[in-house]
């Protein structure tokens, strides 16, 4: 049965993911350091996420996103709204954050400071053919997204399984231009 609304792929992705093995995670994450690696080598300053929980990745997709940019930003979630930002520098410097999310401790930057960014990693539940992606239903991405400049990847990363033909859209949803996937690597999406 294929999920119909937002609320049932999230039910249907979060309880998929808690049943990965420890394994596969770790091996998952390998492959998505190094394809993301090989997405910002060149990169003036990439905007990426701290991976929690279920999620694909892993710190040291961070790390080596630091080797291939000069400046890696991580979001700060304050209240609803575009997300703050803040460098990450290290995983020495993150600490616990609202939300369930980890941030660093430096300096807290503005939502327009995105726009210093190249390229985009976004988290994703899913994410479909057309670059719809799924999040966990609070917005933050959504109205951030809005002030990435056009033409900048936004690449959400997901696990294999999660590029799927089709997800339900909202008229707020900000489209993916990529999927980054273990076993795919990067993939370009139709942004119709």
């Given at each position: ?40 080598r060149g990169a003036t300053g990439v905007a990426a996420y701290v991976p929690v929980g279920s999620e694909p990745g892993s710190l040291d997709l961070l790390d080596a996103l ?127």
């Amino acid at each position: 049965m294929t999920p119909a609304s937002k609320e049932e792929w999230r039910r249907h992705v979060l309880a998929r993911r808690r049943s990965i093995a420890a394994e596969q995670r770790t091996e998952e994450s390998k492959k998505l350091c190094h394809a993301a690696a090989e997405s910002a080598r060149g990169a003036t300053g990439v905007a990426a996420y701290v991976p929690v929980g279920s999620e694909p990745g892993s710190l040291d997709l961070l790390d080596a996103l630091r080797r291939e940019s000069p400046v890696v930003l991580v979001p700060v979630a304050r209240e609803p709204g575009p997300l703050h930002w803040a460098e990450y520098t290290g995983r020495t410097t993150l600490r616990a954050a609202p939300y369930g999310l980890s941030e660093p401790t430096g300096p807290v930057l503005d939502p327009e400071s995105v726009k210093l960014c190249s390229l985009v990693f976004v988290p994703a539940l899913a994410v479909d053919l057309r670059g719809i992606r799924l999040g966990r239903g609070a917005g933050f991405y959504d109205r951030t997204l809005d002030l990435v400049d056009s033409g900048i990847p936004i690449i959400a990363i997901v696990r294999d399984e999660e590029l799927v033909e089709e997800l339900p859209e909202e008229p707020h949803d900000r489209r993916s231009s990529h999927a980054l996937t273990p076993n795919q690597g990067l993939v370009a999406l139709n942004r119709e």
